[in-house]
């Protein structure tokens, strides 16, 4: 869909004359053909209140319009248990969803609706929701308050007394916060739930909502304070217009358990509760992202648009990596492998129960992910300031992006009187050390937790800290290997907080311990773990000196200073090197800019021109724009280079957004850099595949000399060939292609030698492999880089193989049958299955059973309307006729170019063939092909007379029943008899074929598990194929159903839907 445009009847308002004028998108907006897009949105029947001069001012584009309709609409539906639908927005970046939310608060403005809450992750968007407001003309009527300036302790007035009416713009991380009250603090949902009153049926907008499971707090329990307030919030105003903003949860449906709205689960669906629903999606695997949105978008409470990458371009540059990067890179590996034989020399001293050591090895491997993830960041910092400085000089403006910041382990290792270093702090040295000095069992109360845990029992030996939710449990840690915005957040606050160990005084330990034997054989075990762990230290502080600062520290300082960086992110300070050489710790806030002001300030710098350099962490990047904006002064083209990849497409391209915007002047540029390390190489694949996919030019190039190129692969072949070279290298499959040929040694020998001191032995690697690819590159980091590559190498020479047998086999992979593509389709008859209730009339659950032939031939009115050439087509397009007859029988068939071609040989040219038997034929062929047996009608006078319409009526009426030798050879003669005794009576060469499909389309995704046991039962080789067919101008999208299982199904559906209808075609 590109710049749809609205039909006048769905924005004119009752009674009135005002004449609307909608307008175009200010850039190309698609609908990404994936298979909930193919699903046909519901009719309007809402008519908008917006003011003519809002519609006429172009404000608000014919898509954005559509879309507050589209909204507004489900806001006038209920769902079962009472409360009001919400409605998803899932617009890529760069469409304008802060646009929509505003124009759909404006709307219920002007209804009567004056108070209105908008959430979002980060306080500098306030601005945004402002600018929103006043692009659309109504800024002076509506406006917004930002509910952390309401934080006053002392005031006598509380939010409700303050603010009447408008918008509270309120962050996540505010939402469990405290703020004042005329008599008592209260929490700040409690004061917005005070301010809505009981009746409120407003606006509440949950922007960048899947990110509410992730925040940047400093625990998990404030973290789950805000799921529960999220949803405390839609529990207690049942009637409130809910608007959820989310450009990835449809992907990652674990992250849409706050939207209760959209009524996937709950009263009167097939799950009770968020945890069901979740369980059902996997069932889906692949595509249960797009089964979740056809619901949704069939029911009115989706849409999901991107701008268009038409004129992007791409490049994926893998950086070499210096002799310097990898004598580090390798030092470090082999001191990882000394701290993990001494984590494990140290537990066995300290006698540490199961449940001790998953928590401490938990904690290990996330620091040695995090650690050579800083590795991987380091070594393209040079690359990036080298392209950079480049596109500077061409007059172009950089942004660099990366998932983390590092700043909690800068901050740890500042001096308390803020004096100067000699040196930048090295996040990786850091992260190395917090494992060591808080999670290494080297205390006596390590031995306490590992009892607690073992024996399941409360303190013992009296009074000490909890340690029953230490800070890094491996529920947590889980959390924290995401890539996601809030990544990085939550790692810089994770490791800077407490031990995951209370460690407690001597005196507890005695009264735990009371036989003086055991006494003193404690004393000796915890004076070899101290000794130990020092040891760690001191080795950690000799690799220190060659570990890379932080590299956002590092990029600023390359480019000269923050005079010539604009920096946009949550660090409240940052290093600066001085011009005596010594390093100073410096707040971020400026003279007249205060903190909390300075991104905005920042971004100013960046879009007026007076900084051509822009850094953004991921989650400063969420909905703020850095294009080229026509309104802005700096307009030069935008290059993104991107330092650390998320592992999500649809992160990626939020992050990318804010250089990819609606009226731009330029198209932006964006460059992956890619070390040949593991992990790094399935990040790019995933984007760019995903940026070509949207449109996006791929440009393959050299960075320098020894850079390599990139060729794109599909993920999934690369996630097949790491399975499989595992497999092979772990004796659980024979080889079968060849080592990497310039190895010397013995390959397989010295990867499972590699990976058994990393813990991944042949008996426990396999369930690291089952746990998915990311999880096992990312523990395959910890090997040298030159293993690293020939693994690589091998892993690349497996996909190969792989891919070249997945042709020879026919699997594309196709995720989606097109039925009667080019082809007449006939809709036979339909079984409509409806479930209404009362209170949701609007949009009622359906499922329908669609029986459609598809027709192998064409008839002449879909030749005439569809393929017919009209006045200005070229001479050699049009009715071909056979120059000889056959027994007084001649042959049509039309013909048009495969595409036009303004110069060149025609030779060259391909032609579409159709035939009335037959159809579009498949492979082109060239024009000297066709005119061998055939002619133009137009350049014969004698064939001018014959009726093209009557003609192929004929072949087509014919070729329904007869065979080839039936139809051209006269029967009862001697060629005719000696054919048929050669093909058979059953002869069945050029008979216009007719296959006829089931199709289960409608609400399927809410009663899989029923349908699914039927299928499978009655064919137990099922395997699901979804197919779309377009018939008149609808799609129907939905899973091809074996005949023997329509009486089952039938009868099963109709528990569900006790409203039948059939229609016949």
Known sequence: MANLLLLPFEIKKEKSKDEFIVRDHPSTVIETPSIFNYVDLPDTSYILDLPSETINSGGLSAIQLETIIYSCQRHEQNLSDGSRAGFLIGDGAGVGKGRIAAGIIFENFIRGRKKSIWFSISTDLKYDAEGDLRDIGCADKIAVHAVNKLKNFTARTDVTESTKEGVIFCTYSDLINELSSSKKRLLCLEQLLKWCGPNFDGVIVFDECHLTNDINFSGST???????????????LPNARIVYISTTAVSEPRSMASMVRLGLWGQDTPFKDFGEFLENVKNFGEIAGDMIAMEMRQRGSYVNRQLSFKDVTYQVVEVCQLPKFITTYDSSVKLWVHLRQSFTEAAELMDLGPKAQKIMWTNFWSAHHKFFRCLCISVKVTHAVKLASEAVKRGESVVIGFQSTGEAYTLQKIPDDGSAMPNFVSTAKMIMQSLVEKHFPASDGLQLLADTCNNKGGTVGGKRKSVSNPVGTPKRIKQESTDDPSYCEIIDSSDASAPVFDYHSDSEADLYLKDEAAVEDRRIKLEKTSLIRQRLLEKIEELGTVLPPNWIDQLIGEFGGPKNVAEIS?????????????????????????????????????????????????????????HADRRAKNQSRRIYISLELPNSAELALQQFGCTHRSNQAKAPKFILLVPELAGERRSALIVANRLQFLGASFKNQRLDEGSTEFYLEEVSEYDCAVRDAM???????????????????????????????????????????????????????????????????????????????????????????????????HHRKVLKLTYQTSKNPIAPAKIDLHEIEVDGGMDWRTAEEKWLPKSGHQADEGIYLSKEKAYDKRDIMLVRRLKTVSDGDKGDLKYTVIRPSTGVQLLPQSLAEITKKYIPQISWQNLAKIEPKWLWDFHYDASKNACIHDYWIQKNTRKHKKNKASFGEGCQEGLRSCATYKLLAGSIFLVWKEIESILKKNNPQWKMQIARVLVGNSNIVGIIIPDNCESQLITCLTKYYPNVNCIMH
């Open 570 to 626: 949550s660090r409240k300070g940052r290093l600066v090197q001085k011009n005596n050489g010594m390093v100073q710790y410096e707040p971020r806030s400026e003279k007249d800019v205060p903190l909390d002001l300075i991104n905005i300030r920042e971004r100013e710098r960046f879009m007026n021109g007076e900084k051509k350099i822009a850094i953004v962490s991921a989650a400063a990047s969420c909905g703020i724009s850095l």
């Open 222 to 236: 404030n973290k789950r304070k805000t799921e529960l307030a999220v949803l405390q919030l839609q529990n207690m």
């Open 727 to 825: 497999n092979v290298i772990t004796d659980q499959k024979s080889p079968f292609v060849q080592i990497p040929p310039d190895y010397k040694d013995y390959f397989f020998g010295d990867i499972k030698a590699a990976l058994t001191e990393l813990g991944l032995a042949s008996s426990n690697i396999l369930p690291l492999i089952n746990d998915g690819v990311p999880e096992m590159l990312n523990r395959i980091l910890g090997i040298p880089v030159d293993l690293q590559a020939n693994l690589l190498e091998y892993c690349n020479c497996v996909r190969s193989i792989i891919s070249n047998q997945e042709k020879m086999d026919g699997d594309n992979g196709v995720k989606i049958l097109h039925l009667g593509f080019n082809k007449c389709v």
